[in-house]
Nanobody
Framework: QVQLVESGGGLVQAGGSLRLSCAAS????????MGWFRQAPGKEREFVAQ????????YYPDSVKGRFTVSRDNAKNTVFLQMNSLKPEDTAVYYC?????????????????WGQGTQVTVSS
């Protein structure tokens, strides 16, 4: 069973950048496609990015496309989310998740393992 721990969140001004990391332990992430989700207060959890087993396929919703980039380093058992041109509406707790579905998924119900989340706050 894999455990996931996110880091890299914080407070940043609009237009700034942050790089989130998701470190896995207790298992190798090379077995899992990975996803990033976020949840703002009072809102439902929202899909942010997915990456397949090899890293050759990624997908983003329109809300972050062109600004966010997901990547993975299977040798380091870590997945990353590079976030550029941040906006106040990006403020949320960000979660990484792992799924055995090889291509990944936009559906949070497809993911079996979740991290505890890291807070990202973007000030205007």
């Amino acid at each position: 069973q894999v455990q996931l721990v996110e880091s890299g969140g914080g407070l940043v001004q609009a237009g700034g950048s942050l790089r989130l990391s998701c470190a896995a332990s207790g298992g190798t992430i090379s077995r899992y496609a990975m996803g990033w989700f976020r949840q703002a207060p009072g809102k439902e959890r929202e899909f942010v990015a997915q990456i397949n087993l090899s890293g050759g396929y990624t997908y983003y919703p329109d809300s972050v496309k062109g600004r966010f980039t997901v990547s993975r380093d299977n040798a380091k058992n870590t997945v990353f989310l590079q976030m550029n041109s941040l906006k106040p509406e990006d403020t949320a707790v960000y979660y990484c998740a792992a799924t055995l579905y090889a291509g990944g998924s936009r559906n949070s119900n497809s993911y079996s393992y979740w991290g505890q989340g890291t807070q990202v706050t973007v000030s205007s």
